[in-house]
C-alpha cells in the first residue's frame, strides 16, 4: 500500500486527482498540505492546513510514496509578482526538495505547454524556472506535465479564461498534427495519466499535452 501527497487538492486539477486516488486501492494515505480544507473527510485521507509559503517547516509530515503537485495561481487571483513566483514557483521547487531529502523517489508536477525563461509572458518564463529547478535536484522519478489550456468548471470566475475556453470549443477539431498538442485538455486526463506515471516505469520526464491524452486514452481511463 502506497502513501501519496497532493499539493493543490483544492484546485480544479488536484480535486479530480484526489477522487481518483481515494479510490485506487494501491493507496491507504492520501495526505494533503493546503491553505484551506477540501470540506470533506474520509478515512484515507490526513489533511495538514498550513502556510504553502512556509511547507520547508513540515519536513517531518511530509512522507510518502508518490508526491503530486498541481499547485498553481493566476494573474487574477495573484496581481502581485512576487508572491506570484512563491506560488509558482517557490511551492514546487520547495515541495521537490523535501522529496529529495525525505527518499520520496517520485515527484510528478503539472506546469504548462508554453513554459519557457525566454518568453514576453511572466506566467510561462516562471514554470520553466520552476521546471529547470525541480530537474536540477535529481529525483529519480521526476515527471513534469505541460498541458495546454485546462477546461472543467472552476469555482472562481475567470473571464478571460472562460472566453478562450469557448474558443478552444470551436478551434480543437482543426489542430491537427504538429499543432495537435494546443488542443485543450480536461482535468480528468490529467490526473489519470498522473496516476498511470507514478505507478510504473514510465521514463519520459517532461509530457506534452497530446501525450498526456495518449496515456490516459491507451490506458482506458
Known amino acids: 500500500m502506497k502513501t501519496a501527497i497532493i499539493l ?16 485506487d486501492s494501491r493507496y491507504d494515505i ?7 480544507s477540501v470540506g470533506f473527510s474520509h478515512p484515507k485521507i490526513q489533511e495538514y492546513l498550513i502556510d504553502m509559503l512556509q511547507l520547508e517547516n513540515y519536513k517531518a509530515n511530509f512522507m510518502g510514496d508518490h508526491v503530486f503537485c498541481c499547485i498553481g495561481t493566476t494573474n487574477t487571483k495573484t496581481p502581485d509578482k512576487d508572491l506570484y513566483r512563491k506560488i509558482d514557483y517557490g511551492i514546487p521547487v520547495t515541495a521537490a526538495k523535501l522529496c529529495k531529502e525525505n ?3 517520485t515527484f510528478i508536477v503539472i506546469s504548462a505547454l508554453g513554459a519557457n525563461t525566454k518568453s514576453t509572458i511572466f506566467y510561462n518564463r516562471i514554470k520553466e524556472e520552476m521546471e529547470e ?3 536540477a535536484l535529481g529525483i529519480l522519478k521526476t515527471h513534469i506535465m505541460q498541458p495546454s489550456l485546462i477546461g472543467g468548471k472552476r ?3 475567470r473571464a478571460g479564461e472562460y472566453f478562450f475556453k469557448q474558443v478552444m470549443k ?14 485543450s485538455i480536461f482535468p480528468e486526463t490529467i490526473a489519470a495519466a498522473m496516476i498511470y506515471i507514478a505507478n510504473t516505469d514510465f521514463e519520459k ?7 498526456i491524452k495518449e496515456i490516459a486514452k491507451e490506458n482506458n481511463f
Open 8 to 23: 493543490g487538492a483544492t484546485g480544479v486539477t488536484g480535486g479530480v486527482l484526489l477522487q481518483k486516488l481515494l479510490t
Open 30 to 36: 492520501i495526505k494533503i498540505f493546503s491553505r484551506n
Open 103 to 105: 527518499n520520496i523517489s
Open 133 to 135: 529547478s525541480v530537474l
Open 155 to 157: 469555482e472562481e470566475k
Open 170 to 183: 470551436i478551434i480543437n477539431p482543426i489542430l491537427i498534427g504538429s499543432l495537435k498538442k494546443y488542443r
Open 205 to 211: 520526464t517532461q509530457i506534452l499535452s497530446d501525450e
